[in-house]
DNA sequence: CCGAATCCTAAATGATACTG
DNA sequence: CAGTATCATTTAGGATTCGG
């Protein structure tokens, strides 16, 4: 099974932004060891792979993440966590284990609001 | 002074998510005990009315806020945490440390980054 | 005091096709 | 293998105005 991101994080600065909807699943991959393009890709279900090179250059930019491209043939390109992003890691996994505790929970509390809304328009 | 947000977080269910730019300030300044509307708008620096009242909303509806209308003149409101949102509440904490710890390390790698591809491009 | 309604802009995401 | 380019849609966010 690929990583399932239940959760996304994002992380400002004054005008700026760190990630997008893949980015946790992408940190997290990339905190055990060095991941290929192609092996993010098969992990991470569902992501396009516009985005996931979006993502990636991201949070390169934000310094959570080195690239390192190998001139072989075929190409081999490689990210990995730069020591900010190693720190972030627990914090990472109590959010995912966060989600996962309760996405029942956020189920029936979504239902519930959303009945509750029905029956006031009714 | 406000709380400053420097993180976000956005949790996410099949087809939904939780929150926006400002569910950590939120969430944070929930946390302590009941907060009024009102007292949201003060400490939540750059917030405008409507992004708050979507947040809290949207908040409500994951089941992390409660939302308590004391019908009086004039109204009062109360926004307090569930359960779930408390167990959060250290999590959110170390992502806010975590962003405050390395807000200039994230700047730097910006630059960096920018820099190497204005050369790149030269 | 606590909103809702409307209008608008910018950003994120996705599908698809092409390339060194 | 590891991307780019282009096009389209969806969503988030902000400004302003009105109401119970």
């Known amino acids: 099974m690929g990583v399932d991101h239940p959760a996304q994080v994002r992380l400002r600065e004054p005008q700026d932004r760190v990630a997008g909807k893949w980015a946790i699943g992408i940190l997290v991959a990339a905190a055990q060891g060095p991941v290929r393009f192609s092996e993010l890709e098969r992990r991470i279900e569902g ?3 516009r985005m ?3 993502n990636l250059r991201k949070l390169e930019r934000e310094g959570l993440l080195v690239r390192t ?3 072989t043939v075929p190409p081999k390109v490689e990210y990995t966590c730069t020591e900010m992003a190693l ?3 627990e914090t ?3 959010l995912v284990s966060w ?3 309760h996405s029942a929970d956020i189920a029936r509390a979504h239902a519930a609001y959303d009945a509750g809304r029905a029956s006031a328009s009714a």
């Open 47 to 49: 992501i396009s792979r």
């Open 52 to 54: 996931l090179t979006l």
């Open 69 to 71: 491209v190998y001139p």
């Open 87 to 89: 720190e972030l890691h």
């Open 92 to 94: 990472l996994l109590s």
């Open 99 to 101: 989600a996962g505790r």
